[in-house]
């Protein structure tokens, strides 16, 4: 009877600490921190990036994307975006998708404009910059570098 209830105990306790980290990781991502209103983008290629990737202004997260898609007949990648309702964009607006570290994944940056009128719920930034190929980025580093010799 001693054993039955040491395992009880046990096994209660491995639940809890797993309970705990679960809470901890859903709230130190703010993995539901993704309300606000919608906004997209097109990209001619969105390499890397995924849904629930974070949306960053100035390096602080504002929003997260929440889908793509293809844009028929031209084949251009539309990314939508949620975005915090107290971030009022600037129409002219530039988006644009850049790996976050040497092995980390794939994040939507937004440099914002200077104009006064700002993109309304549902808009589109048409100011966009695709990531570069990782390995058309090295090549040209390289041969970059052993031309200026």
């Known amino acids: 009877m001693g054993k039955t209830f040491v395992d009880v105990a ?16 859903y709230s130190s991502t703010h993995a539901g921190n993704t309300r606000g209103y ?57 988006a644009k998708i850049v790996g976050e570290g040497l092995l980390g994944s794939a994040i939507m940056v937004i440099e914002p404009g200077q104009q006064r009128q700002t993109i309304a719920a549902g808009g589109e930034i048409t100011d966009t910059e695709s990531p570069e190929d990782a390995v058309q980025s090295i090549g040209k580093k390289i041969f970059g570098a052993a031309g200026d010799r």
């Open 10 to 25: 046990v096994s209660a306790m491995v639940l809890v600490v797993a309970a705990m980290f679960a809470w901890f990781a």
């Open 38 to 94: 919608e906004l997209a983008a097109r990209f001619h290629t969105v390499a890397g990036l995924a849904p629930g990737a974070d949306v960053k202004i100035s390096g602080i997260k504002v929003g997260a994307v929440t889908g793509m898609e293809i844009v028929p007949v031209i084949f251009d990648a539309k990314v939508r975006f949620s975005l915090d309702p107290a971030i009022k964009l600037p129409v002219d607006s530039k």
